[in-house]
């Protein structure tokens, strides 16, 4: 059984966008029934490394299943749509369907995240083009992409702080995670597209209410639904906080004004914070069993939060589990599988990972309890 551990971090204090440094790790203490209002361990479903299902990419960032047990991931700096086949052996599993046009990456930005519509006869992806980031929406046509087109656009841009992430919901609604592209003014700018989680049709109109469904974010890059169809964020911090945020429509989130739990009645306070944000940076998260479980970047480990155990209390007095999978590198992206499963995606050929240490991978979980 894998070893599941409370960890303890140390290194200096920077956000995605600055220069990486590897962390270093050290053990506190075992995980024990109740710790912290969370579940108790034997409840908490446990994860270990299975297989190698991908190899020899460059910069992946998203990640979409289809029916038939194939997935698709984006590589950011290649504006490649490769599809993987989880039935050959990894290093030559691998073909490329598409080329996103008009992709211009840079810094951050680039092809980012990707999600198939729920009949799979469309593709969605977010990516950084010359003057902004938008949304295109893309048919596919014999297993191969089609001719793309914009559904939505003028997104700020910026060489970090692009959000990237996207989520279709069950009734066909996409969740888009901007960031506030350096400028943190525009997260509390009602109609700015930046620093907020939006929510839109097929076509890119507005879904059931404005088309802003949250606001006050600093850079969403994880987007997840529970079991109850609540919609969750992982969000980074500037230095104090990284965050995971239960989000509400119509609510504001604090950034600038705030960074990680705040007492203002006004802006809502994350479920679950990471203080100092060396601890994780978090980017991608899935949820299964009633666990979120968060890539980070900095922090380099896969982050459990049993959402059983978070409450509305102060955040800070609550941690989160690190679990041990042994040295990955830079972690971006987790998708849970049709099979149950969880796939992680590793970040180190992004520009500030170390690939000479570990290259990019698409590692397999399984989930044991």
């Not at 599809?83 to 073909?95: H, L, V």
């Not at 092809?111 to 596919?140: F, H, M």
């Not at 879904?207 to 974010?217: E, K």
Request: include cysteine.
């Amino acid at each position: 059984m894998v070893s599941i551990c409370v960890a303890v971090m140390s290194y200096s204090c920077f956000d995605e966008g600055m220069l990486s440094s590897r962390m270093s790790i050290g053990v506190a203490v075992a995980v024990v029934a109740g710790l912290l209002g969370f579940a108790p361990a034997s409840a908490v479903p446990s994860v270990e490394r299975d297989k190698v299902v991908a190899q020899g990419l460059t910069s992946p960032w998203g990640l979409a299943f289809l029916s038939n047990g194939k997935a698709w991931v984006s590589e950011r700096d290649t504006a490649l749509i490769k599809e993987i086949d989880p039935s050959k052996p990894a290093g030559r599993n691998t073909r490329t369907v598409g080329k996103i046009a008009g992709v211009e990456p840079s810094g951050e930005g680039g092809l980012l995240g990707i999600a198939l519509s729920q009949s799979q006869n469309e593709l969605y992806a977010y990516y950084t083009a010359a003057k902004d980031n938008r949304v295109v929406r893309i048919p596919i046509v014999g297993g191969k992409l089609g001719k793309p087109t914009v559904i939505l656009s003028g997104i700020p841009k910026n060489s970090y702080h692009n959000g990237g992430r996207i989520l279709v919901r069950p009734d066909g609604g996409i969740y888009v995670a901007t960031g506030d592209a350096g400028d943190p003014d525009l997260s509390q700018i009602p109609n700015n597209l930046g620093g907020k989680i939006l929510l839109i049709d097929r076509n890119g109109k507005a879904m059931g209410g404005p088309r802003v469904f949250s606001s006050g974010h600093r850079n969403v890059q994880g987007l997840a639904l529970d079991s109850r169809g609540q919609l969750w964020a992982s969000e980074f911090g500037s230095k104090d906080a990284d965050e995971l945020n239960l989000i509400q429509r119509g609510k504001n989130y604090g950034w600038p004004l705030y960074e990680g739990y705040s007492t203002n009645p006004n802006y809502v306070s994350p479920k679950m914070q990471w203080a100092p944000t060396s601890l994780a940076s978090p980017s991608g998260i899935a949820i299964a069993d009633d666990n979120a479980f968060v890539a980070s970047l900095r922090g380099e480990v896969l982050w459990q939060v049993p959402l059983t155990g978070v409450t509305s209390a102060d955040p800070k007095a609550q941690t989160p589990i690190a679990v041990k999978l042994g040295d990955l590198g830079r972690l971006r992206t987790i998708e849970q599988a049709p099979d149950g499963s969880l796939w992680l995606i590793s970040s180190n050929t992004d520009g500030r990972g170390d690939p000479s240490r570990v290259d990019d991978r698409i590692y397999r979980l399984k989930m044991l309890n």
